[in-house]
């Protein structure tokens, strides 16, 4: 059973930067294609970007463009998003998410296309 964990979310002001890790774990890593969703109070769960299991691609959401970095470890089992020049819109629970196999008719930018999902890790941007 595949388990997902997030973790690094806090309280930061605006201008600034945290990383959030998504350690995995109950399934070969790289086998994964690893997702970050973001849900605002009221609002839907938005795509902020997503990352192939080789690491070797990536997309962006358009709010994350220019400013997150997706990134993986597969040696240590990780994922990792950058979220740099936070602004207060930014704040919102943070997911990561993971598939092994894609439907062809969803895209990457789809949650119903990811089979698993991390609790959440609550990002809150100051002014």
């Known amino acids: 059973q595949v388990q997902l964990v997030e973790s690094g979310g806090g309280l930061v002001r605006a201008g600034g930067s945290l990383r959030l890790s998504c350690a995995a774990s109950?399934?070969?890593?790289?086998?994964?294609?690893m997702g970050w969703f973001r849900q605002a109070p009221g609002k839907e769960r938005e795509f902020v970007g997503h990352i192939f299991g080789s690491g070797t691609k990536t997309y962006y959401g358009d709010s994350a463009k220019g400013r997150f970095t997706i990134s993986r470890d597969n040696a240590q089992n990780k994922g990792y998003l950058q979220m740099n020049s936070l602004k207060p819109e930014d704040t919102a629970v943070y997911y990561c998410?993971?598939?092994?196999?894609?439907?062809?008719?969803?895209?990457?930018?789809?949650?119903?296309?990811?089979?698993?999902w991390g609790q959440g890790t609550q990002v809150t941007v100051s002014s």
């Open positions: 998410a993971a598939f092994s196999r894609r439907s062809a008719s969803l895209g990457i930018d789809d949650p119903r296309v990811y089979n698993y």
């Open positions: 109950g399934l070969t890593f790289s086998d994964l294609a």
